[in-house]
């Protein structure tokens, strides 16, 4: 089984910083990651798909870099729509989610 | 992208079979794309369940495989998931999801339902 490791858990930012989020995958994924968003209460919305590509109708200041083991999501001009919870994902071998990054509010 | 709706009783008794139903639209599950379940317990993180491809083949997640069965039906554009066995620590909103394999590049391929919580207990 592949495992994702994902740091930190919990990151506190504010409105305007740039934010990075890291997963580590226990062996080589290529690209084959993706990164969600999540609201309580709601379902997972995807950002970055194949590592770095954007999903359609997600703001530009969301991106995604990495491939093999390495990943990372930054966020840049951090805006009050973007404190949530975000998982990585590889699709490599079947589907392993990291555990979490909870972004809060300073 | 599909559609995805899933459908299904909310509260299941112990030792009991919770059954859940995904209804694809947009699309057709004979299509080449994998569809998958995923749960999430309150307060807690996403796992994996397995999924079925559009000939039938099926993967499950190890820690849950003796108790689960995903099946597909072509003629209602639907797939299910069935876990036995179920106790209180299967209480979470369950997600059917896809991946397009052969999705048009610039396009990620993936779907998502909105959920579905479901609570076990007597």
């Known amino acids: 089984d592949i495992q994702m490791t994902q740091s930190p858990s919990t990151l506190s930012a504010s409105v305007g910083d740039r934010v990075t989020i890291t997963c580590r995958a226990s062996?080589?994924?290529?690209?084959?990651l993706a990164w969600y968003q999540q609201k309580p209460g709601k379902a997972p919305k995807l950002l970055i798909y194949?590592?770095?590509s954007l999903e359609s109708g997600v703001p530009s200041r969301f991106s995604g870099s990495g491939s093999g083991t390495e990943f990372t999501l930054t966020i840049t001009n951090l805006q009050p729509d973007d404190f949530a919870t975000y998982y990585c994902q590889q699709y490599n071998n079947y589907w392993t989610f990291g555990q979490g990054t909870k972004v809060e509010i300073k | 992208q599909v559609q995805l709706q899933e459908s299904g009783p909310g509260l299941v008794k112990p030792s009991g079979t919770l059954s859940l139903t995904c209804a694809v639209s947009g699309g057709s599950i004979s299509s080449n794309s994998w569809w998958t379940w995923v749960r999430q317990p309150p307060g807690k993180g996403l796992e994996w369940i397995g999924e079925i491809s559009h000939s039938g083949v099926t993967n499950y997640n190890p820690s849950l495989k003796s108790r689960v069965t995903i099946s597909g039906d072509k003629s209602q554009n639907e797939f299910s998931l069935k876990l036995s066995s179920v106790t209180a620590a299967d209480t979470a909103v369950y997600y059917c999801?896809?991946?397009?394999?052969?999705?048009?590049?610039?396009?990620?391929?993936?779907?998502w339902g909105q959920g579905s919580l479901v609570t076990v207990s007597s």
């Open positions: 194949k590592a770095s």
């Open positions: 062996q080589s994924i290529s690209s084959w």
């Open positions: 999801a896809s991946r397009s394999v052969g999705a048009p590049p610039g396009t990620s391929g993936f779907s």
